[in-house]
């Protein structure tokens, strides 16, 4: 349920925050599922393969929150829409 909501959320908004929000849920129901079933199948290997997943996760969040800072204090706007208009 929670990576459907974060498809919709990629699919249906426009601001670039809220996308990348939308792709971080999806990750973490991810690794939620991969935590579920390491569980149920009683082997921890699926639980450290999830906290390297974080790990890199935590380093998206960064490069990506400040490329969308630097992208707002330029244009003073983050819709996907208008961030089209700056391909060639």
Do not use: H
């Not at 971080?24 to 290997?45: T, V």
């Amino acid at each position: 349920m929670l990576f459907v909501i974060g498809i919709i959320g990629v699919l249906t908004r426009r601001n670039a925050i809220i996308i990348f929000m939308s792709i971080e849920l999806m990750l973490n129901a991810a690794n939620l599922l991969l935590i579920a079933f390491s569980s149920y199948r009683s082997d921890p290997s699926a639980q450290v393969f999830v906290f390297f997943i974080m790990a890199v996760a935590a380093a998206e969040v960064a490069v990506g929150l400040a490329i969308i800072v630097m992208i707002y204090r330029n244009t003073r706007n983050t819709d996907i829409g208008f961030l089209n208009k700056l391909k060639w």
